[in-house]
């Protein structure tokens, strides 16, 4: 056995050899250039040494296979040359080990992802492990670059063109399972068997039982079949043509990496392996020194830190979380108690007023897990186990031991201070009561509390088992470990939590406010409905604000609306528009009454042309898409820079998340204070001042804002 600085090199007496990864001082296996520098002479002893059969890669780390290619080497190379010499040395050694004259068979257990993948997709055999631990993926396109390993190459070969275009243009994780259903993996086994299944694995190939392409991996059958028919021109151009397309529908032009990887396919399966892999580099070097890349990076960091904030400034531990109680059966409820019982594996009793809220509620995770189950992400068993952990009631009983109470009834004051003071009555002395209110302030619900100090703000997104962020709202009073213990349980739920002080709209409400408005105030002046959500659309936004507010409902819109107008004044104040709207009994989706139409076949997609005679507007003022996009990213960013000013959020960092996770703020900018960063915040400021000369002092800058600009500061280093 011999020891190196990233890996182990052991020769067993059974003619395999055996190269355990494991990086000092890194949580995750990743490839570094100095790891390859030595692996490459190793592979080529492996070579010349007659004594060895065949070779098992694996990782000497719990959990972890390789997590890809070392994402800070992207932020110290300077020229995209730099950047596609990266890609290229990596070609050369990834060539090498596909071209090794012995079986290689990677032994993958835990997250597989990016470069990670892109090695085991040059070893002629991969067997994987059945923990749910075990992911493959390319997910370099969420960080704005591409596979740079040949994963544009391989993956298409192994796989077919289609699905490897699936993969590589959305990220997306495979679970064990649907690896070995699309050929990424031609083995699962539990994880102690792993070792064993690729010794076994590398006799087969030796013995020939499997086939080598002239690519260096080995083929089934129904890969061999998709292969002939991609093969075919004709074939290969209706699959990239439909990609673009999807594409272009999805990133309007924002994001260039999807398109770079389009091209590196097409190129490579028309022009061969050679071509596609020198294509690959270039584009790969030209990504990684985008603007775009070095937005969705920084993403990428600022989730990594967030991962290991307790939320607080001090020390404070969270406690042990064994059962939580949920209030209200509603939409909210169901999600919260979803990811409560499921991703965060806790013991979870819901109560409602109504033994069918209740059913609902239960139906609502058995609806969740079922889709699980058909995707044999979980077996029927363990969605049994779950299942039972979830329970019912239309009273207190069973809430006597629950150690939080999240309570998601209706947005009315007397109510939540009912819930407050039935929670302390029922539950245990040191039982934390938080509410997941998205418009009453928490000190104002904590005034009806005995214990103060126990109530938190827990807000969630709806649908909540897919938005990734919930916002905790701490108060004056509000103790360290209850935070610490709010923010353990979200990072459990599978959320990305920030901490925020208590004011009026928290951080996320308050600033989407005044982009909402402007949008009711561009409308009230005869901007079409449409133009409006096309143009935030264009800009990057996941749906226009038109479409949202039909979604979030105009009557918790206007609800949230006149608290804000009141703390903040007339820069905030709520266009006519939505008052009249509300008025006409119009709630948006919900009551099928909003801007679109969701009668017959329009669901949503029709705008409802009598909403402008409901405002005694006609929709034909012209303002230029690019303009209701500017206005409504200036207004975003100013505001997010008072409440970065007030204290209202801990820093720039949670600020951009809780942008891009809770509303969507487009990910390319990197978020509000990324965005006035890479603007520059002077002229931030002259753009505001350009639009308050124009349209009033809703545009004025933040005196943060004015003072940086004299400053020449910005919000990140
Ligand atoms: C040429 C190639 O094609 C290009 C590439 O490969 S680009 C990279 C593609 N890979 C990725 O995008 C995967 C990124 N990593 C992840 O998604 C997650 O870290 C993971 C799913 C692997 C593990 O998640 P989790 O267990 O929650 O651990 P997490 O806290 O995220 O990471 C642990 C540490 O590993 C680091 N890390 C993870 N992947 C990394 C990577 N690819 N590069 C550098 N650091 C990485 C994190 O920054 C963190 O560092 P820290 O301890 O110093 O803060």
Wanted: net charge neutral; proline share 4%.
């Amino acid at each position: 056995m011999s020891d190196n600085t990233f890996f182990t090199f052991e020769h067993q007496d059974d003619g395999i050899a055996v190269i355990s990864i494991d990086l000092p001082g890194e949580a995750q296996n990743v490839l570094k250039m100095e790891f390859i520098e030595e692996l490459e002479p190793v592979v080529e002893q492996i070579k010349t040494d007659s004594s060895i059969k065949g070779l098992i890669i694996k990782s000497g780390k719990e959990g972890s296979f390789i997590a890809g290619a070392d994402i800070t080497m992207f932020g110290k190379v300077d020229t995209a040359d730099d950047a596609e010499q990266l890609s290229t040395t990596g070609h050369k050694f990834f060539n090498a080990l596909e071209k090794l004259n012995k079986p290689v068979v990677a032994a993958i257990h835990g997250a597989c992802l990016g470069g990670g993948l892109e090695l085991a997709l040059s070893c002629s055999g991969r067997v994987i492990s059945d923990s749910p631990k075990t992911k493959l993926g390319l997910p370099e396109v969420q960080l704005g670059v591409l596979p740079g390993g040949g994963g544009t190459q391989r993956l298409p070969r192994m796989i077919g063109i289609a699905p490897s275009l699936d993969m590589m243009l959305t990220g997306k994780q495979l679970f064990p399972k649907q690896a070995k259903k699309l050929g990424l993996a031609d083995e699962v086994v539990p994880e102690a068997n792993l070792m064993k299944a690729a010794r076994k694995r590398i006799v087969d190939l030796r013995k020939g039982k499997e086939k080598k392409t002239s690519f260096g991996s080995y083929f089934t059958m129904k890969g061999m079949q998709k292969l002939v028919l991609e093969s075919n021109p004709i074939g290969r151009n209706i699959i990239f043509d439909q990609a673009r397309k999807t594409v272009e529908k999805k990133t309007k032009g924002n994001y260039p990496a999807p398109k770079k990887i389009i091209e590196c396919v097409e190129k490579g399966m028309s022009q061969g392996m050679e071509a596609g892999l020198a294509i690959e580099a270039r584009n790969f070097g030209q990504l990684v020194v985008s603007p775009e890349a070095k937005a969705l990076i920084s993403v990428f960091f600022a989730t990594t830190e967030l991962k290991k904030d307790n939320g607080v400034d001090s020390d404070a531990e969270a406690v042990a979380l064994r059962k939580v109680g949920v209030l209200g059966g509603g939409l909210m409820g169901s999600g919260i108690a979803y990811v409560s019982v499921d991703k965060a594996g806790k013991q979870v009793r819901i109560k409602d007023i109504s033994p069918e809220g209740v059913n609902s509620a239960l139906n609502y995770t058995w609806k969740l897990i079922s889709k699980k189950m058909k995707k044999r992400i979980v077996s029927p068993s363990d969605a049994r186990r779950t299942m039972s952990n979830l329970t019912g009631t239309t009273d207190y009983s069973g809430f006597k031991d629950t150690d939080m109470v999240i309570e998601a009834v209706f947005e009315d004051l007397d109510l939540k201070h009912k819930m407050v003071q039935d929670v302390e009555k029922h539950c245990s002395d040191n039982t934390i009561f938080a509410t997941n209110t998205s418009s009453i302030p928490i000190t104002k619900i904590a005034e009806g509390a005995k214990k103060p100090e126990k109530v938190v703000g827990l807000h969630y997104f709806s649908p909540v088992e897919k938005m990734p962020l919930v916002e905790i709202i701490s108060t004056d009073k509000t103790e360290d470990w209850v935070i610490a213990t709010c923010v353990e349980l979200a990072k459990k739920q599978g959320k990305t939590p920030i901490v925020v002080n208590d004011g009026a709209g928290f951080y996320v409400n308050r600033i989407l406010a005044p982009y909402i408005n402007e949008a009711g105030i561009l409308l009230s002046e005869g901007v079409a409905i449409e133009k409006l959500d096309k143009a935030m659309v264009q800009a990057g936004f996941p749906v226009g604000p038109i479409t949202l507010l039909d979604e979030v409902g105009i009557d918790v819109a206007t609800k949230v609306a006149p608290i804000l107008e009141d703390a903040f004044g007339e820069r905030m104040a709520t266009p006519k528009a939505f008052e009249k709207l509300k008025n006409d009994d119009r709630k948006g989706k919900k009551n099928k009454r909003g801007f679109y139409k969701y009668d017959g076949s329009s669901k949503g997609k029709e705008v409802d042309e009598s909403v402008y005679s409901v405002l005694g507007v006609s929709p034909d003022k012209h303002v230029d898409a690019k303009e209701i996009a500017e206005r409504g990213l200036l207004l975003m960013a100013n505001e997010a820079a008072r409440c970065l000013d007030e204290n209202i959020i801990r820093s720039a960092r949670d600020g951009d998340i809780g942008a891009i996770f809770g509303i969507g703020f487009p990910p390319f900018h990197g978020g509000p204070f990324r965005y006035m960063d890479s603007l520059g915040v002077d002229k931030v400021v002259e753009r505001l001042e350009h639009y308050q000369k124009l349209h009033g002092d809703r545009f004025a800058p933040a005196e943060v804002l004015v003072k940086m600009k004299s400053n020449s500061e910005s919000f990140h280093s």
